[in-house]
């Protein structure tokens, strides 16, 4: 296990036992549920827009590390940030975890690499990615 690797566990665990952005919004635009059966990680997603920011966004769910530390990661990451960032950026992380594209992260979005080491183990990809799906959800369900 390399130093790095420790690093990302911590970073990893402490999303997990602390998730940001956890609990219940008031008066939300758009809530929306994910699950990953195979897994048994469950998400429900809630946010509130400001034309085309999301001004506030929280979750709530169980389930694995892995999804419970992507979720907190994600909402930290989206919050305050335009539609088309948040797109672009879960573009950027499934490119790099689901099809192992190397990604430029910034020094904001450095975190998400800790997730990247689980790209070998599909099931647990799919833990990873199902905050930023259920996103995506939700905001399609917003456009329509
Ligand atoms: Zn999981």
Redesign the pocket.
């Known amino acids: 296990m390399s130093l790095k690797d420790d690093l990302y566990k911590e970073v990893i665990l402490d999303h997990y036992e602390n998730p940001r952005n956890y609990g219940k919004l008031e008066n939300p635009h758009i809530c929306e549920k994910g699950a990953?059966p195979?897994?048994?990680?469950e998400l429900e997603l809630c946010l509130k827009l400001d034309g085309d920011i999301i001004s506030e966004i929280s979750f709530e769910g169980k389930?694995?590390?892995?999804?419970q530390a992507s979720s907190s990661m994600m909402t930290e990451l989206v919050k305050g940030k335009s539609k088309e960032h948040a797109f672009n950026l879960m573009k950027k992380f499934k490119s790099a975890i689901v099809e192992d594209i190397p990604q430029e992260f910034s020094e904001e979005e450095y975190e998400l690499e800790s997730l990247l080491g689980v790209k070998k183990y599909p099931?647990?990809v799919?833990?990873?990615v199902?905050a930023w799906n259920t996103l995506e959800q939700a905001l399609k369900k917003e456009e329509k």
């Open positions: 990953n195979l897994c048994g990680d389930g694995c590390s892995i999804s099931v647990r799919k833990c990873a199902l």
